[in-house]
């Protein structure tokens, strides 16, 4: 039992990093513009399609494609904010919700147009196998996830306080109008922002397609487990989100052991709106 | 209330009374009709929370599952009559929306996070009665097969279904109306302008919004009842998230609470009917045309026409109304 | 508010309710007795012949009714692919002999995944089209729905559908020539038995995983009391929801259950995550046995887990590699349009519509003057018993006789298995091609 338990907490803590990943580039967006994205689940199951197709037809592991995804995922999401975001940020919250539910049910459902409902899994894939640590068996695929997670975090931690261009990301989250007086272009703020945020699902769509599979519904687990993850690290930022991630992880594992499987939603989601009553600013908010 | 109010209910009614004559009863189109109306009374219910008082509830499938249960578990375990079990049902998702609203008022949830939270609660239910197996469970459960009995108001064909959900449209139209001209109205209008102006002027922003939930939730949770009859049984996906979504988009595209009440069911109607001509002309060649549709208008309605469809529904109205007047006044 | 003089709201409501009423029990009782149009669904005729009699019928219209969007597309898509196949080889056949070589015509509608739109697909084929038969629905709760309106306008009903209870309805104009959901679970535990006997080995203990729809349970079921009717011990059942974003808890659970059998009853794609999570981690019991027409052993499930799903089997309700000529001939047909090899969904719909097809000629035969009244159309479903020709060709058990209730009597399931990297069917083992491997490879005492 005690076995049992150990293997289930290093599960979760493995799922829970590569939750964080997905979550984090949805994070970063509401960061800065205060705008939660709806359709951020579709995005993730777009670019795990991207990273199908490409390790496809290119021959090479799911993992190397997120080199290729990720710049791609950028300039994607500077199209998608020219279209759609930039002419709702600010608006009243309505519009922004609709919007970004607009857009979700149309990726989905042009997803299942254009691709049809058949999983596709990648079929070259280097990370197999695992290791063994004492009781507890490690699969390769979710550790290196887990470990790119972690990466990726401090690099974006980094990127928001030792470069120029984040810390001006930074002072536009803070506070928009102060900002623009000192003359950051917040526009071109919000851009970069929700570029990031989409080549960040770039990366983790590529791990998550290590392990999974993907189909025109798989954006919806995606997408719920992020806004859960963004509610629970409020604006606490990165370690915030990677704390969150950890927290869901192990709670999803430990109730699949020890309760029913079929309520994990349930658990989480109930976990979620108790935390948007009882800390509606997360538990890891600073403002 | 007064009698202006009145006229366009009663033309109104007087219209989609006749409506299933004018297709000769014909079981498809009496059906597409119900369900046209079916979501025409959802979304004319949510305007009173999502267009009067303004948050963005995503909770519809939640209430309507919970007064489907309801209202079924009544009649198959008990044999109590709908007539009973509907009314009940509503009680229970009130209960329902009483237990999750008031903490998400208290705490002052908003916006964003008020639409993820009530949809949330949809996932929570379908997958807690998935589980409980006692009530829900992943086993179908239907309702008595007795046709044509009012006590247990199951029917072969649709139009009885269409006269009920009728009924409750104009009873849900009344509500629209009166609330809109009542006190709770105008303070429900100024809480969706303002929030904190509303709360500056002495105005209890969470009773009056809780309120407006509670009228909400009741008669989705009677209309869950209803559409458990049409369905024939129970089961969790009766939580549905897409229900609440396509009530939103239909609502929003609307106009709930901007313009007239009575573009809500003129939406539903003119949506619902082109994503039905495009499922059944299209659907063949490009499966899901018709969701790819919903997406485009919310998203392109959105974008250009933030404020929703009343007013050019208005415009066109008043046009074409111009147009017969000088018509007449040229022919007399 | 304030009453203005003139207008009594309350009667005016008042009012308004009664004009509904009204205009409702005069709309459903006015019309109740001109009930709904001929009893005869009527096929398009061709002009009146000089004899009255027998109009000389040109086209059946044949209703499906499919997911083509939404969750279960995939199947619907297939499903639908099939049945273009086959109803063009039907007609390029001849047609109904009996009927004068009367074409079929096929018109699929979509059921949008919702019981709504399942309803409004079904009234729409039955409005519009008049067909005599309707196949669909794939999933068990549209096909209930549907069956309120076939039963209510006499349309035969052939379903593609595998859960039990819908031959338990009493419907009466139901058939279905798939194998249920309780032969699928059936089928996977007495293959592991039988296949363990044969190689002497000892198998005691048992643990089902399925995914948590009521087709994952009766399938779960149908292997349950087998399995403790052969003497089993199950340790344990665990239902899952089949979107689970990671399969590692489930796994750990069944390594510290550590059972000789796994009877899993994936959906689709989980069956994959359960397959690269065990190989990942190392685990494998002697075998891993899936039950329910898809997950383990489909071309593309195992394009996505390569060696994972070594020696995993499933049951099907089709088994492509029937070697027959007209299987083959059909399979090749379909893999040269559709670019794949058909699997469950297409399958279920190869034999389905050339029963219909069957149904249709004895039909001509036993009731020259009138084939098409559901009522002799029923009577020639139930005086079917297929033997032989395509029907047969493509059913597992070759025989296709339905009962009372609707359900074919000699409903069969196959076992195929993943021998390095491709399909092969093992059970029964009278139509094997190949002996089962057990244990599976990477299976440790």
């Avoid at chain 2, 059906?31 to 979501?39: F, H």
């Avoid at chain 2, 509500?175 to 429900?188: H, P």
């Avoid at chain 3, 009453?3 to 009664?18: D, E, K, S, Y």
């Avoid at chain 3, 898509?77 to 070589?101: H, T």
């Amino acid at each position: 039992m005690l076995e049992l338990l150990l293997q289930n907490l290093v599960n979760g803590i493995l799922m829970g990093c590569v939750y964080a990943l997905v979550a984090l580039g949805l994070a970063l967006q509401f960061g800065v513009m205060d705008i939660i994205n709806f359709a951020h689940g579709e995005f993730v199951m777009i670019a795990m399609y991207l990273v199908f197709w490409i390790s496809l037809y290119l021959a090479i592991p799911g993992s190397l494609t997120s080199l290729i995804v990720a710049p791609i995922y950028f300039v994607f999401g500077l199209v998608i904010y020219k279209l759609v975001i930039d002419r709702i940020v600010g608006t009243y919250p309505l519009a922004q919700i609709a919007a970004t539910i607009g857009l979700m049910v149309l990726l989905r459902n042009l997803a299942l147009a254009a691709w049809r409902a058949q999983p596709r899994g990648l079929q070259y894939e280097v990370l197999r196998g695992s290791v063994t640590l004492g009781p507890v068996v490690v699969p390769i695929s979710r550790l290196t996830a887990a470990l790119v997670s972690v990466g990726t975090m401090l690099a974006l931690r980094w990127f928001l306080t030792h470069t120029r261009l984040g810390l001006a990301l930074r002072a536009t989250s803070d506070d928009m109008q102060a900002a623009s007086l000192l003359g950051i272009n917040v526009r071109r703020m919000f851009a970069l922002a929700f570029g990031l945020g989409c080549a960040i699902i770039g990366i983790a769509a590529a791990f998550i397609m290590t392990f999974q599979q993907v189909n025109p519904e798989s954006g919806l687990t995606w997408g719920l487990i992020s806004w859960i993850i963004v509610v629970m690290a409020g604006l606490g930022g990165v370690s915030g989100v990677l704390l969150s991630g950890l927290i869901l992880g192990m709670v999803e594992a430990l109730e699949i052991t020890f309760w029913d499987p079929r309520a994990s939603l349930a658990v989480m989601y109930s976990l979620f709106i108790l935390i948007l009553w009882v800390k509606p600013r997360g538990l890891f908010g600073r403002r | 209330m007064r009698a202006s109010d009145l006229k366009p209910i009663v033309a109104l009614t007087a219209m989609l009374a006749a409506l299933p004559l004018a297709v000769r009863m014909n079981n498809y189109y009496v059906l597409l009709l119900t369900w046209i109306l079916y979501y025409s009374t959802l979304v004319t219910a949510w305007n009173v929370i999502g267009g009067l008082a303004g948050q963005l509830d995503l909770a519809a499938a939640s209430y309507i599952g919970l007064g489907a249960y309801t209202m079924g578990t009544l009649l198959t375990r008990l044999d109590v009559t709908p007539w009973v079990g509907i009314p009940l049902g509503g009680l229970v998702a009130a209960g329902f929306a009483a237990l999750v609203g008031y903490p998400t008022f208290r705490f002052g949830l908003k916006e964003a996070w008020y639409a993820l939270a009530t949809i949330s609660s949809v996932v929570v239910l379908q997958k807690l009665f998935l589980v409980w197996e006692e009530i829900g469970g992943p086993e179908e459960r239907y309702l008595p097969a007795r046709y044509g009995e009012l006590y247990y108001l199951r029917f072969r064909g649709y139009a009885p279904y269409y006269y009920i959900l009728l009924a409750v449209l104009v009873m849900v139209l009344l509500l629209n109306v009166k609330i809109r001209r009542s006190k709770t109205g105008y303070y429900l209008l100024a809480i969706r302008e303002n929030e904190e102006a509303a709360e500056i002027l002495g105005i209890d922003v969470r009773k009056y919004k809780l309120r407006a939930l509670l009228i909400y939730a009741f008669v989705t949770g009677c209309i869950g009842g209803i559409f458990a009859l049409i369905s024939g049984y129970l089961h969790p996906h009766h939580f549905d998230t897409w229900t609440s979504l396509q009530v939103a988009i239909l609502g929003i595209v609307g106009g709930a609470g901007v313009g007239s009440i009575y573009s809500l069911p003129a939406t539903t109607f003119i949506i619902y009917s082109i994503s039905e001509l495009l499922r059944s002309t299209l659907g063949g060649w490009i499966p899901g045309i018709h969701l790819i549709f919903y997406g485009v208008i919310l998203t392109v309605v959105v974008l250009l026409k933030p404020e929703g469809l009343s007013e050019t529904y208005e415009r066109l109205y008043g046009r074409i109304r111009a147009a017969l007047l000088r018509r007449r006044a040229g022919g007399g | 508010m304030r009453r203005r003089p003139g207008i009594g709201r309350t009667v005016l409501v008042g009012a308004l309710i009664v004009l509904i009423i009204l205009v409702a029990v005069a709309a459903i009782y006015v019309r109740k007795p001109a009930p709904t149009p001929s009893p005869t669904p009527s096929p398009t005729t061709a002009a009146p012949t000089t004899a009255p009699p027998a109009p000389k019928i040109e086209e059946i219209v044949i209703g499906m009714v499919e997911p083509l969007s939404g969750t279960h597309s995939i199947f619907g898509i297939e499903a639908k692919q099939a049945a273009e196949l086959i109803i063009e080889d039907i007609n390029a056949k001849g047609g109904i002999k009996s009927l004068g070589g009367a074409k079929l015509k096929l018109v699929v509608e979509d059921s949008k995944d919702s019981i709504e739109g399942a309803k409004l697909a079904a009234e729409k084929l039955i409005s519009q089209y008049h067909p005599p038969i309707i196949i669909g629905a794939y999933i068990s709760r549209h096909t209930a729905a549907m069956a309120e309106v076939t039963e209510r306008e006499k349309v035969i009903l052939v379903a593609d559908a595998l859960v039990d209870f819908l031959s338990e309805k009493g419907w009466k104009y139901f058939f279905r020539a798939c194998p249920k959901t309780s032969i699928h679970g059936k089928t996977a535990m007495d293959f592991v038995y039988e296949t363990a006997q044969r190689k002497g080995i000892e198998i005691s203990t048992v643990v089902i995983i399925n995914e948590d729809s009521v087709f994952g349970r009766y399938t779960a079921l149908g292997a349950y009391h087998e399995a403790l009717g052969l003497g089993l011990t199950v340790l344990d059942q665990i239902e899952y929801p089949y979107d689970i974003a990671d399969a590692s808890p489930i796994v750990s659970r069944l390594m510290e259950l550590d059972p000789d059998v796994v009877i899993s009853v994936p959906y689709f794609s989980d069956g994959v995550l359960i397959a690269t999570t065990m190989e990942e981690v190392g685990y494998k019991p002697m075998i891993v046995a899936g039950a329910g027409g898809c997950g383990y052993c489909d071309p593309d499930s195992i394009s996505a887990a390569g060696s994972a799903v070594e020696g995993f089997t499933q049951t099907y309700s089709y088994n492509p590699f029937l070697n027959t000529p007209y299987n083959r001939e059909i399979v090749q047909k379909f893999q040269e349009r559709y670019g794949k090899l058909p699997t469950e969904a297409g399958g279920i719909i190869f034999y389905s519509l050339w029963t219909i097809k069957e149904a249709l000629e004895l039909a001509g035969q036993m009731f020259p003057e009138d084939p098409l009244n559901p009522d002799n159309l029923r009577q020639a479903f139930l005086a079917l018993d297929i033997t032989s020709g395509p029907a047969a060709e493509t059913y597992p058990s070759g025989h296709i006789k339905f009962g009372p209730n609707g359900d074919n009597i000699y409903a069969m399931a196959v076992v195929l298995q993943v021998q390095d990297g491709e399909p092969v069917l093992v059970y029964p083992f009278e139509y094997a091609q190949a002996e089962p491997i057990f244990p599976i490879p990477g299976y440790k005492p």
